[in-house]
């Protein structure tokens, strides 16, 4: 179908765009298919299907506030400046320009959503008790460029990469750690640039890094049975799954329920690739199924590390296991 496309052979139809914007980046074809590093998989056809149609057609008008949001604010929610960075506040975080440091925690455009708020702040809290150097962008912090990337803005994503990117250079940030799965996915990607002279870790494994060096240690006992959702950008994306596994398992009295369909083939929460706007049904409909598997097996909690999969299982209607951020969860228990 993209190859027609591509030719001119074909037209873009409604009925294409159905199917095409039915993907929620979910990344389960590109493992179906074996395709990692070496080729372009179905996913990456997908995407570059989405970046036909915007060029041709713009953004679906599902995701038209999206686009404005970005373009406008530099946030596909469309917060202005002035509205973001309160996540950290009486934190007593270091600011950039203001101060400087070798570590940047990136807090992500969810950090003042409820969906995001609690990973940023504990993380926040959970470096300072390993007596980290670090500092926040706080509002002058511009978005990852996860929906531009996905939903086929690639003008948007390559304006939003370079203007990270020189900040990178500017600050002289050595290392990016980033609050959110989605986000660590899009700084990986950062990471292959010519112009990347930093590493880029997501909070769970740099403090996976930090329990191992004997600089943090979990001394709290949290009597719960806890079910771990991989999120896809977390794990398929970026390959992330035994640092959460490990970090659970330093924790006095918790005890981890796995979920049939884990690690490399987690099933989706339904919350990506703009299909929560554009397709709501179907967002809730993965969900669901996804929670179905998580109350089987008689966990307390679930526990994920991406701000969208938070929201996507916040929005569920129907009965549901509480939903807690990883690294919250951690921060609790020191």
């Known amino acids: 179908m993209a190859q027609r496309v591509f030719h001119g052979l074909d037209p873009i139809t409604p009925e294409l765009k159905e199917i095409i914007y039915a993907c929620t980046n979910c990344l389960m074809c590109?493992?179906?298919?074996?395709v990692r590093n070496d080729g372009y998989g179905p996913w990456d056809i997908?995407?570059?299907?989405?970046?036909?149609?915007?060029e041709k057609e713009g953004p679906l008008e599902a995701h038209r506030s999206i686009y404005d949001g970005l373009q406008r604010h530099d946030n596909p929610w469309g917060q202005q400046k002035s509205e973001r960075g309160a996540w950290c506040e009486g934190l007593g975080l270091k600011q950039f320009g203001a101060a400087s440091a070798p570590t940047l925690l990136f807090a992500g455009c969810s950090a003042d959503r409820p969906s995001g708020r609690s990973s940023a702040?504990?993380?926040?809290?959970?470096?300072?008790?390993?007596?980290?150097?670090?500092?926040?962008?706080?509002?002058?912090?511009?978005?990852?460029?996860l929906y531009a990337f996905d939903l086929g803005f690639r003008r948007e994503y390559e304006r939003l990469k370079d203007s990270n990117l020189a900040t990178i250079q500017t600050a002289a940030i050595t290392k990016v750690v980033t609050a959110c799965g989605s986000c660590q996915r899009i700084w990986r990607e950062y990471a292959k640039s010519d112009e990347a002279t930093f590493t880029v870790l997501h909070g769970i494994e740099y403090i996976d890094q930090l329990v191992a060096s004997g600089r943090l240690k979990f001394t709290r006992v949290m009597r719960k049975k806890v079910a771990y959702h991989d999120s896809c950008h977390l794990g398929r994306g970026a390959g992330v799954y035994d640092p959460p596994r490990r970090l659970l398992s330093a924790i006095?009295?918790?005890?981890?329920?796995e979920m049939p369909r884990n690690r490399r083939w987690a099933w989706?929460?339904?919350?990506?690739?703009?299909?929560?706007?554009?397709?709501?049904?179907?967002?809730q409909w993965s969900a669901a199924d996804r929670m179905t598997e998580a109350l089987a097996t008689g966990a307390d909690v679930m526990l994920t590390a991406s701000a969208l999969c938070q929201r996507s299982f916040a929005e569920m209607k129907e009965h549901r296991l509480p939903v807690q951020d990883v690294l919250d969860f951690l921060q609790q228990s020191l």
């Open 30 to 34: 590109q493992e179906l298919c074996g």
């Open 46 to 54: 997908t995407v570059a299907m989405r970046e036909e149609i915007t």
């Open 121 to 145: 702040v504990a993380l926040a809290k959970l470096l300072q008790a390993a007596g980290e150097d670090f500092a926040v962008l706080g509002a002058d912090e511009k978005c990852c460029g």
């Open 252 to 257: 006095p009295g918790v005890e981890l329920m």
């Open 268 to 283: 989706c929460c339904g919350g990506g690739g703009g299909v929560p706007e554009a397709d709501p049904a179907l967002a």
